[in-house]
């Protein structure tokens, strides 16, 4: 029996270190990464910039608390702020908690507002985390069957569906935001269209409702833009995110603007590690590389390499149905479960994985090439090709 509690299905493969695209495992074998650590490591393994960023502040101060001034938790919440046009930065450790920050903020607005029991509209196929506000806003009862009681104050409405969330929303006096990902990175790709994204905002602004994105998985770049809603049309009134922020170094955030942006107070909340020296400056060099190597602008001419040879490629697979998703987040959807693959890719040297059974993923480094992302096409044209067996 494992020294590790059983909560992993895991592949058998363990990796000892990370150049740009390429990682290395215990054998020396080298794989392509297609998936970044599921989108975290966005400038691909071992970035000199991170490297540095962080050796230099853990030999200096690795934590203090957030009793205290923190300079580099300032220096990243004055970037984030710059590249999103959001007005202040509450720092988590992870994606979940930065997702907590946001319900508690969306409650408090309710509270108020004289709303006594604020629920928030949530989508269905939605990912939020695992935390147990997260998992009863994520719409997946598979995960959270087992883990009953959920938390009250959540409504679904289906993903894409504006007359539903409208209809809710209006039936629901005590529905005080809207909370969604502009690309369902865990639930199949499933991608938000500007008109769907303008119609929940104008939603928002009708009802006076604060509307919440989630790009713990589409920001920093990924979909194109700095985040997601950047090439949508619309500013939310909160958005979070984590996964890229810091290219493997645990952080989260949670931005506000506006009305949002004042109502979380000393008291209301908190973490201890949440925004520490060493995180933040993980930050800073990610955020600082991204925008002074165009990294979002390269994710969406790099998505566009990659979509147009995977149709190329996959144009006459029986199995291959479509691409999904934004810049260099991409959804292969295949017309039949695929469970194999990710075992089978990782045999041909490929990091990927699958969502929603028939749904290959692929997140990789935002500075992939195009002979990297030539490799990741002929592998993966391969091995749907061999689905047909
Ligand atoms: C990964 C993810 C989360 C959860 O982040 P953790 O860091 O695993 O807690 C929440 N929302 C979305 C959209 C995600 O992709």
């Not at 909560?7 to 990682?23: E, K, N």
């Not at 009250?152 to 005080?176: E, T, W």
């Not at 979380?264 to 949440?274: K, W």
Request: glycine residues 12%.
């Amino acid at each position: 029996m494992s020294a590790i509690m059983n909560t992993y299905g895991r592949l058998p493969v363990t990796f000892t270190s990370g150049q740009g695209c390429w990682i290395t495992d215990t054998e020396g074998r080298r794989y392509l990464d297609a998936l970044s650590g599921i989108a975290v490591c966005g400038l691909g393994h071992a970035h000199p910039a991170v490297t540095a960023a962080i050796t230099e502040q853990a030999a200096n101060l690795i934590h203090t608390s957030n009793m205290y001034g923190i300079a580099r938790q300032q220096e990243l919440a004055e970037a984030l702020t710059r590249v999103s046009g959001m007005e202040n930065v509450f720092f988590s450790n992870s994606g979940a908690e930065a997702n907590e920050a946001a319900i508690k903020l969306a409650r408090k607005y309710g509270h108020q507002k004289g709303v006594s029991e604020p629920a928030i509209i949530v989508m269905t196929k939605a990912f939020h985390g695992r935390t147990l506000a997260t998992l009863t806003a994520t719409g997946n009862p598979k995960v959270q069957e087992g883990f009953g009681p959920l938390v009250p104050g959540f409504i679904r409405a289906p993903f894409m569906d504006l007359a539903a969330a409208s209809a809710i929303a209006k039936a629901n006096s005590n529905v005080v935001a809207i909370m969604l990902e502009p690309v369902q990175g865990e639930g199949g790709l499933a991608t938000a269209s500007p008109e769907y994204i303008a119609g929940i905002r104008a939603l928002c602004d009708e009802l006076g409702l604060l509307m919440i994105l989630d790009e713990i998985q589409t920001g920093n770049g990924r979909t194109g833009t700095y985040f997601c809603y950047q090439q949508l049309g619309v500013m939310p009134d909160v958005v979070t995110t984590a996964k890229g922020l810091g290219n493997g170094v645990p952080i989260g955030a949670c931005l506000a603007r506006g009305k949002a942006s004042g109502i979380l107070q000393p008291g209301n909340h908190g973490s201890t590690y949440g925004g520490n020296p060493l995180a933040c400056a993980a930050g800073v060099a990610v955020v600082n590389t991204i925008v002074s190597e165009n990294l979002s602008a390269r994710a969406a001419q790099m998505g566009d390499y990659l979509r147009n040879a995977l149709n190329e490629a996959l144009q006459n697979e029986p199995q291959f149905d479509c691409l999904r998703g934004r810049g260099l987040m991409i959804g292969v959807v295949l017309k039949k479960e695929c469970p194999g693959i990710m075992a089978a890719a990782l045999e041909q040297g490929l990091l990927l994985n699958v969502t929603a059974g028939n749904v290959i993923r692929l997140l990789p480094p935002l500075t992939i090439t195009e002979s990297e992302a030539d490799q990741v096409v002929s592998t993966l044209a391969t091995l749907i090709a061999a689905l047909n067996e």
